[in-house]
């Protein structure tokens, strides 16, 4: 396959949401520093995204809604209608400098991708898994939806067959939307039940196409191991997809503010490790994540785990730098952050028992899955 490459950008160094928007931290710029500062970004494997053109992002996005996206960057100011309409300038998606500008540079990643992908390999584009995005609609703090687009680039290079896994804490109700019905995809999502966009129930399977696996809180390593065993992996290699795409959010490791998961970065790196190989191309997208230390972390260690590198059990002094030159302004876990936040990449192990409610619910999906033509 060669080696993994990266896709990454100077824009997400400086692009935030807004001083108290949970994108405020960075996160992308963070992965890339520290990958350096450990000696395992070369310049080589190193790809710079490009900025989506519109044309590109019409391939499902409305024409109507890209040029409002570029309307509200250029006059840095949101209509009525634009939020009515596009939900353009809402507290969720609020209008800021690079309001077009930085999911088309993410997006451009996800369809470059696809494009590099057409004779397999193994594509690592942390800036991606804006997974929320709809047709004509910002969602989610996602203003486009790059898992779509990089699914239908993976199309147009002649892929057929996709498993779509989303470890994420939030469902992919935009990926949902793009892919129900498609007998060529599969889409298997593991989200924390009940919480925001509150869709992905166990009995929804997205007119065929998807196996939902909401989760309760606290929902530790052990159980993530268990569902990848028994479920995640098994279900992929049984469809005998020409791509897999892991949408790797770090939203459910117990420190970030939004979810309420206890999942440590081990349980990520070992879903993304028990997938290499599976199928001849591997994209790996970030997703969610809004702690800058958790995600950060999480993220390299997915690089990491893609190139079989070693992680240290101390970080060498310059990658130390990288992660106490963070600030979690607005935020209770920033005040007093633990020293092993600056000194390691992998979490103490969260494991624990696997309650009978996740085991009662895979069965449920295994079952389900049964009849599914293959």
């Known amino acids: 396959m060669g080696q993994p490459r990266f896709i990454g950008a100077e824009i997400f160094r400086h692009s935030s949401y807004g001083r108290w928007h949970p994108l405020r931290v960075p996160r992308v710029s963070t992965v890339m520093d520290l990958s350096r500062a450990l000696g395992w970004l070369s310049p080589e494997q190193f790809i710079t995204a490009p900025r989506a053109k519109p044309k590109a992002l019409t391939a499902w996005h409305t024409p109507d809604y890209i040029d409002a996206l570029q309307r509200v960057e250029a006059d840095q100011f949101a209509t009525a209608e634009d939020t009515a309409r596009h939900d353009l300038g809402s507290i969720t998606n609020p209008v800021f400098p690079e309001i077009y500008r930085r999911p088309a540079t993410a997006a451009g990643g996800s369809l470059l991708a696809g494009e590099l992908l057409r004779e397999g390999g193994i594509i690592y584009n942390p800036p991606g898994g804006t997974h929320h995005g709809m047709p004509d609609r910002a969602n989610g703090f996602c203003y486009l939806n790059d898992p779509v687009l990089a699914m239908l680039s993976l199309r147009r290079n002649g892929v057929r067959r996709i498993v779509y896994v989303d470890i994420d804490a939030h469902h992919c109700d935009g990926v949902a939307v793009g892919f129900a019905g498609d007998p060529d995809c599969l889409m298997i999502s593991v989200h924390e ?30 159980e993530m191991g268990f569902i990848r065993d028994a479920l995640i992996v098994p279900q992929t290699t049984a469809f005998r997809p020409d791509a897999i795409v892991l949408l790797c959010g770090a939203d459910g490791v117990e420190e970030d503010p939004l979810a309420h998961l206890s999942l440590s970065n081990n349980a990520h790196w070992a879903v993304v490790r028990a997938l290499i190989g599976v199928a001849p191309r591997l994209l790996v997208l970030g997703g969610g994540g809004y702690n800058p230390w958790s995600v950060g972390r999480l993220w390299t260690g997915v690089w990491a785990t893609l190139n079989d590198f070693e992680i240290p059990d101390r970080l060498p002094v310059v990658a130390e730098d990288v992660l106490r030159g963070l600030k979690f302004e607005g935020n209770r876990l920033g005040k007093n952050p633990p020293e092993h936040w600056f000194t390691t990449l992998r979490d103490v192990p969260r494991d624990g028992p696997v309650r009978d409610t996740i085991k009662d619910r895979v069965r449920v999906l295994i079952q389900r899955s049964m009849g599914r033509e293959v």
């Not at 966009?197 to 009995?203: A, S």
């Open 193 to 222: 039940e009940r919480l925001w966009p509150k869709t992905g129930v166990l009995e929804d399977t997205a007119d065929g196409s998807a196996l939902n696996l909401p989760v309760p809180r606290g929902f530790n390593d052990s």
